[in-house]
T-cell receptor, first 113, second 114 residues
Framework: DAKTTQPPSMDCAEGRAANLPCNHSTISGNEYVYWYRQIHSQGPQYIIHGLKNNETNEMASLIITEDRKSSTLILPHATLRDTAVYYCIVRVAGSGGYQKVTFGTGTKLQVIP | DGGITQSPKYLFRKEGQNVTLSCEQNLNHDAMYWYRQDPGQGLRLIYYSQIVNDFQKGDIAEGYSVSREKKESFPLTVTSAQKNPTAFYLC?????????????FGSGTQLSVL
């Protein structure tokens, strides 16, 4: 099962910042937090990832709390094209020493004109 | 261009029939994954492989089988034992050893039962 908790849905006005929260209270010290998004009927797209420090790229910013138990994905100026399901994931130890990557149900972000 | 190719985009299965979904990647990735997605739901892991000739069951492996004979290919067979196969199937790949690896996804196959 996924080790993350996200709100099922959020709305954001176009042009405003979208702040998507994620709880990962059981995260281990060497586990990264990843964010992906999925536009309807397409494969998920990588957005950003981080370990401890805040990260920023051309798509978004990732803020990770000092205790690493939660994080927030920030889309600084949301557009209608940002309407998608956003997944926050961490890796889960699988059998045989492998790491399996599991997804939860994500947050459906609706950007409103 | 490098990427992951899934085929076909749409597939129909008759009752009692096995069908195979193709997934090919030219990213030189060691790890490959199959996920199932039902309407309005998240992704659930079916099988994953982190090296050729080896693979592990995910959370919902019953009724599915895979093979990994080549690094670039990870086909998924939906067997007749899978009683509710209608879903969107996604294949993904990543480098194996790095803990900060990204997943790259294909565009998916929609499987429906006739």
């Amino acid at each position: 099962d996924a080790k993350t908790t996200q709100p099922p849905s959020m709305d954001c006005a176009e042009g405003r910042a979208a702040n998507l929260p994620c709880n990962h209270s059981t995260i281990s010290g060497n586990e990264y937090v990843y964010w992906y998004r999925q536009i309807h009927s397409q494969g998920p797209q990588y957005i950003i990832h981080g370990l401890k420090n805040n990260e920023t790229n051309e798509m978004a910013s990732l803020i990770i709390t000092e205790d690493r138990k939660s994080s927030t994905l920030i889309l600084p100026h949301a557009t209608l094209r940002d309407t998608a399901v956003y997944y926050c994931i961490v890796r889960v130890a699988g059998s045989g020493g492998y790491q399996k990557v599991t997804f939860g149900t994500g947050t459906k972000l609706q950007v409103i004109p | 261009d490098g990427g992951i190719t899934q085929s076909p985009k749409y597939l129909f299965r008759k009752e009692g029939q096995n069908v195979t979904l193709s997934c090919e990647q030219n990213l030189n990735h060691d790890a490959m994954y199959w996920y199932r997605q039902d309407p309005g739901q998240g992704l659930r892991l079916i099988y994953y492989s982190q090296i050729v000739n080896d693979f592990q069951k995910g959370d919902i492996a019953e009724g599915y089988s895979v093979s990994r004979e080549k690094k670039e290919s990870f086909p998924l067979t939906v067997t007749s034992a899978q009683k509710n196969p209608t879903a969107f199937y996604l294949c993904a790949s990543s480098t194996r050893l790095a803990t900060n690896e990204k997943l790259f996804f294909g565009s998916g196959t929609q499987l429906s039962v006739l």
